[in-house]
């Protein structure tokens, strides 16, 4: 009998891909899936099943579905559900993540989410026996360090530049500690963007919040005599920055294809581009999309707070969260990756790829048009 892998976060965005990366190819899922604002586990492994057969045209084969919460001792399961994961899973992946950057109270997210829940997990698989566990990270559990990043690295004595980066290197230490596995595989991918082919996400945060402003902001801007929107905004930038975006489909195809050959089990995968999108690429995409000109690459420390215009102002109030990755991103090796996945290159963010990302985020209006409630549940497979 071909044992299940037991998915956490397979209501997340990546946890959409490997659903049905994983089912696609064979590989049977049971996903531990919590209830939510009055919404069934199962209803909400419905929803993600039907935005998938919408998304592919065909139907997908049926994943058992666990209720539980990876924040609760024993991801919550009933006892049942333990015993038949015991009996029918070989393997874990542990995906489920809270992407808030700060918190400083540790009973919260996203410590709660990605350290408590990171040692449930580790402690469930003890109590099952089950010794194969694929861990979902983080790239940036490198924190603040500036030289090359190698996929064997992990405590190099780093600065973090917020809780989320810092709790996600704690919970990478956490399973390295996990004395009991025969086989621990991490992935860790960079910033992840929806999917290269048909834009499609869940979340919005990063990259999105500056299409966000742009979207927001440039009606306002004046028109020129030659039909396009003028901005005076200052980028202190030289434009050269690069910036690691990865898109959650390719994410998810490297991530499967380790998980289906054991050959490649029990490393460290850097899920990062190898040929980066330029800021001056990113600015002129959105330039592109938006029909606006006039932002300027003034060069780092260009000008301060002070002298900054009022529209200047607003633009770098409404990102101040992701002013740390504006400046500089580490230069991550990914050699394992490429030894491991040659036939899977990490597509490129060029501007028809940003473009789809764009059509499908203001189509979407940043996560508000998508349906609440799905049909219910009528083929998901349950226990007990």
């Not at 998938?52 to 919460?69: F, H, I, M, Q, W």
């Not at 001792?73 to 559900?81: C, I, N, T």
């Not at 990043?149 to 996600?168: H, I, M, P, S």
Request: a neutral charge.
């Amino acid at each position: 009998m071909v044992q299940h892998v037991l998915l956490t976060g397979a209501t997340g965005l990546v946890g959409h891909y490997l659903l049905r990366d994983l089912l696609s190819t064979g590989v049977p899922v049971a996903a531990v899936i919590r209830a939510r604002n009055g919404e069934s586990a199962a209803d909400r492994l419905e929803r993600v099943l039907t935005r998938l057969a919408g998304a592919s045209g065909r139907r997908l084969p049926r994943p058992v579905c666990l209720e539980g919460d990876v924040t609760e001792p024993g991801l919550g399961l009933s006892a049942g559900d333990r015993r038949w994961a015991a009996r029918h899973c070989g393997a874990v992946i542990h995906n489920a993540a809270s992407l808030q950057f700060h918190g400083q109270d540790r009973g919260r997210d996203p410590w709660l989410s990605n350290l408590t829940g990171t040692a449930h997990t580790l402690e469930l698989c003890r109590e099952l026996r089950l010794r194969e566990l694929h861990y979902v990270s983080t790239a940036y559990v490198c924190g603040r360090r500036e030289e090359v990043v190698f996929e064997a690295d992990l405590d190099r004595g780093q600065a973090f530049t917020n809780a989320y980066e810092e709790c996600k290197f704690q919970a990478e230490k956490l399973v390295r500690s996990a004395d009991f596995l025969d086989g621990l595989t991490v992935y860790r991918p960079a910033v992840i963007v929806g999917d290269s082919r048909t834009g499609f996400t869940t979340t919005y945060h990063g990259l999105y919040a500056y299409f966000q402003f742009v979207w927001l902001a440039s009606p306002g801007w004046p028109i020129g005599p030659d039909g396009r929107r003028l901005t005076s905004i200052r980028l202190n930038l030289t434009g050269a920055e690069t910036r690691n975006l990865v898109p959650v489909d390719w994410v998810s195809d490297v991530i499967s294809h380790v998980v289906r050959h054991p050959r490649h089990h029990g490393t460290t995968y850097h899920l990062t581009p190898t040929d980066p999108v330029r800021a001056s690429e990113l600015a002129g995409a959105m330039a592109t999309y938006f029909n606006v000109h006039g932002h300027e690459f003034a060069g780092r420390d260009a000008f301060v707070a002070e002298a900054m215009t009022a529209e200047e102002q607003l633009f770098y109030s409404f990102l101040e969260r992701y002013q740390p990755y504006w400046e500089s991103e580490p230069t991550f090796d990914c050699t394992n990756t490429l030894a491991a996945a040659p036939h899977l290159p990490c597509p490129r963010l060029d501007a028809p790829m940003l473009h789809r990302l764009l059509d499908f985020a203001i189509e979407d209006r940043w996560g508000k048009g998508r349906p609440k409630r799905p049909a219910r549940a009528r083929s998901i497979q349950r226990v007990g």
